[in-house]
């Protein structure tokens, strides 16, 4: 088994870059709210909270982008682009990438193989109806891949995935184990999103703390030097709707400049780095699927679940 990390550079990129940067904007707008809960189709408040996305965070952001010469990717749900068919063109206009992001970003944990295919395939004719983009490039809702997600991605000719949090730089795995197809992962960590730094909606999300976006940049700005200093591949997340208000923007574009100045940082798109990594990553990894270990012998409780292992694990999951 090769263990991970320890002193040799992470990954082999291309002559004269050291590393590797992303910043990537998952354009929710409207549909996680929707897909979280119906009702608040009814809340005209918290809809503008989502709607200032599209209509005024994007068209700063990609201003911003062009200022900056940078490239950038785009995750938007199918219903996104429906709503928004003029923002959605813009982003390809800019010269960005768009990624799959859900139809209506379903939630996504313990659905069955069907329904899974139905969200990506709505998904994709929306954005090749709207904008005529087949995206090569797929970011689970909520981040929320199932064991059966990579295997319908291949399917349907995905090159890449950026929803998964175990590594620090590309890798390629296999869709199940033993299968001869694989996919590339571009892996996120939760310590570079937005939403965990500034979501906040009563009576939906957040934790009640709206961090300054001037902490926000210097941990981003922190992981983007460390990343550069090992030669990984750092990848910021962020949400429109919620690093598009103004001090936040601004601060977004001084973290731009400031990742952009490190020596050797490449940064562009996430289709960039897999198409790079797709010629460079010949280790294939596989995940593991593991089963919750029980106690045969120990006393059963009174809903037939054995003591120990299985209780434990159920407890545990119910708090996450
Ligand atoms: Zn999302």
Same mark, same amino acid.
Not at 38 to 43: C, L, N, S
Not at 203 to 208: D, K, L
């Given at each position: 088994m090769t263990l991970l @990390?320890? *002193?040799?550079?992470v990954f082999s990129w291309p002559d004269g870059i050291r590393a590797a940067a992303s910043f990537t904007f998952d354009v929710d707008a409207e549909s996680c709210v929707l897909a979280h809960d119906?009702?608040?189709?009814?809340?005209m408040s918290l809809m503008s909270h989502q709607s200032y996305g599209p209509l005024v965070a994007v068209p700063k952001i990609l201003s911003i982008l062009a200022r900056q010469d940078i490239r950038a990717t785009f995750f938007v749900p199918g219903f996104t682009a429906e709503c928004h068919p003029d923002v959605v063109q813009a982003i390809v206009d800019g010269g960005h990438e768009i990624g799959h992001h859900g139809y209506l970003h379903e939630?996504?944990?313990?659905?069955d193989r069907e329904t899974e295919a139905r969200y990506l395939d709505r998904g994709l004719e929306a954005l090749h109806r709207v904008a005529g983009v087949v995206p090569v490039g797929y970011r689970a809702p909520w981040w929320e891949m199932n064991y059966q997600t990579p295997g319908l991605l291949v399917e349907r000719?995905?090159?890449?995935? #950026? #929803?998964?949090? *175990?590594?620090d730089a590309p890798y390629r795995f296999a869709?199940?184990? @033993? #299968?001869?197809e694989s996919l590339i992962e571009i892996p996120v960590d939760w310590a570079l999103d937005d939403w965990e730094q500034y979501a906040f909606y009563p009576?939906?999300? @957040? #934790?009640?703390v709206i961090e300054s976006p001037s902490k926000a940049r210097e941990m981003w700005q922190l992981e983007a030097d460390a990343q550069h200093a090992q030669g990984g591949c750092w990848v910021l997340t962020n949400h429109p709707f919620i690093s598009g208000r103004p001090s936040r923007a601004h601060a977004l574009e001084q973290l731009i400049e400031g990742v952009k100045a490190l020596d050797g940082m490449w940064v562009t798109t996430l289709e960039e780095i897999a198409e790079h990594a797709a010629n460079v990553t010949k280790v294939v990894r596989t995940h593991t699927r593991y089963e919750v270990p029980t106690f045969p012998d120990a006393p059963i409780l009174q809903d037939g679940t054995p003591v120990g292992g299985a209780s434990r694990a159920r407890e545990t999951a119910t708090l996450g």
């Open positions: @990390g320890g *002193d040799d550079p119906p009702g608040a189709a009814k809340r939630q996504m944990q313990g659905i000719g995905f090159r890449y995935d #950026s #929803s998964l949090l *175990d590594g869709v199940e184990p @033993g #299968s001869a009576g939906w999300t @957040g #934790s009640g």
